[in-house]
């Protein structure tokens, strides 16, 4: 088996949902469950602690809280800060990007529209729009008095001495940390062609910019990877009006999620914007051409396809390092915590996508790279340290996408999935436009996906998924409309009450 293939199948296998959609969550077991404050393991003991806290212009190492990543769980922890009261002289937040935090979602969907169709830009999505909250501009955190340390990544940590060091040389005392690093994009091997020019992985502004500059000259695109990445890069270069192939070693799109029968229909919507598949397809590496720059896809079964333009869509990796001491889990990947994302080690926690958490109402360990996930993390984290919020949290697993949301786009594309993807599924409607699809696992309703619905419809969706009514699986079957299957689930669902 090839490298590429080999990495691939491996990404493809960890994102399974065999157990449920929150991503790499085995069944839970008495190894696999977090601690909570009363069953740390032995020897530790959560404790709060009293630091100086350092004046407003930073003059010295000393900071009393310290934020490592400066993605969106960043952003929203700072807003909460700022909301106690705990922000100014007190928080500092050390990122390697050279921009405040922001809505990442866009940089997929929005920021990669052509020119002519008002692609989104920079500050238009800064943290906290995606929420409706407040823009939080590099502005923003000056005026809150929250020092941003800008493109000077940590490299080192002291845990015996609470000491941060940055790439730059920096050093910087905690009292208290939080981990927020999230992933960085899974590569192909620079030896089978993963670092030719042309070819592009999306998780910054830096990336988006430099694919976009690629889109300007490209005439051939083919994107690797069959999931979000790759439906929604898809999307993009659809607008651009380019010839875009993407290749996935799955049977159908969003293997992890979709049904094969939802997947036909979105495949059939790709198809009629111009979007070529090739499923099942196994990859040996990319090839050259005489310029230096990526030419060629080729194919383990010798054949290729000419791209000037390549995307890897591939999945992503938890980003622990320098923080592997601090307690990862092996069977999610990520920072080990528990319901208040409490660490091992006093006074340092973890949030977002790098946070390996007890996903309570599934009662199993998550780790889920999702932008409401980071959100709420950080809002929850927060909280917990600073006043006497002692609650766990309990997150629902929700996902989504926007396509073809651009100006004069035939058909935008908006769906939604809150719960869990186990038992058997029940399909309504026709995606013209509208289609939904339920998750029924022993009689009980256990997640549901809508395209295309009003807002009332998706407000509706986190109500079924927690609440996880019996429904009558024979009437849902013979609803005549999405419509009606959802009365009949609401229904269901108030009578559980």
Same mark, same amino acid.
């Given at each position: 088996m090839s490298t590429a293939r080999k990495l691939m199948a491996n990404i493809s296998n960890s994102m399974s949902l065999k157990h449920g959609l929150s991503l790499w969550c085995p069944h839970s077991s008495s190894l696999n469950r977090v601690h909570h404050s009363s069953s740390l393991p032995s020897g530790v003991r959560f404790q709060r602690r009293r630091y100086v806290v350092a004046s407003s212009a930073f003059a010295n190492e000393n900071r009393e809280f310290v934020i490592v990543g400066g993605g969106n769980a960043a952003g929203y922890a700072a807003r909460t800060f700022v909301e106690?009261?705990?922000? $100014?002289? =007190? /928080?500092c937040i050390v990122s390697k990007e050279a921009h405040a935090p922001y809505e990442r979602p866009a940089l997929t969907k929005g920021y990669l529209f052509p020119p $002519?169709?008002?692609p989104a830009r920079l500050p238009g999505f800064h943290t906290c729009v995606g929420s409706g909250g407040e823009r939080q501009t590099p502005e923003w955190y000056k005026e809150k008095g929250i020092e941003m340390l800008y493109e000077d990544p940590i490299t080192g940590i002291d845990i015996e001495k609470q000491t941060l060091t940055t790439n730059s040389g920096k050093l910087l005392k905690y009292g208290s940390l939080i981990v927020a690093t999230g992933c960085t994009a899974s590569r192909f091997p620079e030896k089978i062609g993963g670092n030719l020019p042309g070819v592009h992985y999306i998780r910054d502004v830096a990336d988006a910019d430099s694919l976009i500059s690629s889109l300007e000259k490209a005439r051939k695109v083919v994107i690797v990877g069959g999931g979000y990445i790759g439906m929604e890069v898809a999307a993009a270069t659809v607008g651009w009006k380019l010839d875009t192939t993407v290749i996935f070693p799955e049977n159908h799109l969003l293997q992890r999620l979709f049904t094969p029968s939802l997947a036909q229909r979105y495949e059939e919507l790709y198809k009629e914007n111009g979007?070529?598949?090739l499923k099942g397809a196994s990859i040996k590496n990319l090839e050259a051409g005489s310029d230096g720059s990526v030419a060629a896809v080729k194919l383990e079964d010798g054949s290729t396809i000419d791209a000037d333009t390549i995307i890897i869509g591939i999945g992503a990796k938890p980003a622990v390092s320098p923080f592997e001491r601090v307690g990862l889990n092996s069977a999610v990947?990520?920072?080990q915590v528990d319901g208040q994302f409490r660490t091992a080690l006093p006074g340092i926690f973890a949030i977002g996508d790098v946070a390996a958490f007890p996903l309570k109402i599934y009662d199993r360990m998550a780790r889920v790279e999702h932008v409401d996930h980071a959100r709420r993390s950080a809002q929850h984290c927060v909280k917990a340290l600073l006043s006497a919020h002692t609650h766990t949290y309990d997150?629902?697993?929700y996902f989504y996408s926007r396509v073809f949301e651009y100006e004069g786009s035939p058909r935008k594309v908006w769906w939604q999935f809150f719960g869990d993807n186990v038992g058997e599924t029940i399909e309504i409607g026709n995606f013209d436009p509208k289609i939904a699809t339920f998750w029924i696992d022993s009689g009980k309703l256990k997640g549901v996906l809508l395209e295309s619905g009003s807002?009332? +419809?998706?407000q509706l969706l986190p109500k079924l998924a927690r609440g996880q009514p019996f429904v009558d699986?024979? =009437?849902l079957q013979q609803a #005549? #409309?999405?419509?009606?299957? /959802? +009365?009949i689930a609401q229904t269901s669902l108030q009578a559980a009450v």
């Open positions: 106690h009261g705990m922000a $100014d002289g =007190r /928080l $002519d169709k008002k979007v070529k598949f990947g990520g920072i997150y629902l697993p807002p009332e +419809e998706f699986k024979a =009437r #005549s #409309s999405v419509e009606e299957a /959802l +009365e």
